[in-house]
């Protein structure tokens, strides 16, 4: 499974592309709005830290304007994947996108039937969002597992990011379900870096280490 970024700050890019983990960064209108930055403003630098594939959302809601908003947002950058709503016009769209090749990502997927929807236009990605069904007491990592399911048994090649992920156990049961790609808030992947045994037991190595220092 590979990992993408989500997120809008250059900073958690900037920095976890060091890492040499991350194969994609997602974006939404609320991720830009929370760094009070337009996507142009940013694009060139995350282009310039990460190979992969940028999703980008539009804002529009009726297909034809859909249509007409990812032309614009495809051509900011090589590796623009348009994010589209998952809705009938939402579909509508996907579908003429790709077959201009465009790359489109659905989005606000919540149910395996959406899913198989957005592959059968087309998509080149859907993102179905765990954390916001486990909000409301559904099964957000089943839903993930059921769609890797359909895909597998009908070779749909469409990429399932597993998206909305609030903590490292969301990475690793998507990842056991068979999710493609896991795209991840930067306070999840510093705690997915990071085990106490690890600290301790590097601190024991040092402290052994540092004691003996004298006898070399
Ligand atoms: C990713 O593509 C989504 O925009 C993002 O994961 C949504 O996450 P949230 O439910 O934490 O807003």
Not at 61 to 77: F, G, L
Not at 152 to 167: C, E, G, V
Not at 192 to 201: F, K
């Amino acid at each position: 499974m590979e990992l993408y970024i989500d997120t809008a700050n250059l900073d958690e890019i900037r920095e976890a592309s060091k890492w040499g983990i991350i194969s994609g960064v997602t974006t939404n209108p609320s991720l830009l709005a929370k760094e009070g930055r337009k996507i142009d403003d940013v694009i060139d630098e995350i282009e310039s830290l990460v190979d992969g594939p940028i999703s980008v959302e539009v804002v529009s809601t009726r297909a034809d304007e859909m249509v007409e908003e990812a032309r614009e947002v495809a051509q900011i950058a090589e590796n623009i994947a348009v994010k589209i709503p998952m809705t009938t016009g939402g579909l509508a769209a996907a579908s003429r996108l790709e077959e201009d090749g465009i790359a489109c990502n659905v989005t606000l997927v919540f149910s395996a039937n959406q899913a198989l929807m957005a592959a059968r236009a087309g998509a080149s990605f859907v993102s179905p969002f765990v954390g916001r069904l486990d909000d409301i007491g559904a099964d957000g990592i089943g839903l993930i597992g059921d769609v890797a399911d359909i895909f597998a048994y009908y070779d749909i090649d469409t990429r399932i990011i597993s998206a909305s992920l609030r903590h490292p156990k969301h990475v690793h049961e998507s990842a056991m379900m068979g999710a493609h790609i896991a795209t991840v808030p930067y306070d999840v992947l510093e705690k997915m870096a990071s085990h106490p045994l690890t600290d301790s037991g590097l601190q024991k190595f040092l402290d052994d280490w540092k004691s003996m220092e004298g006898d070399l």
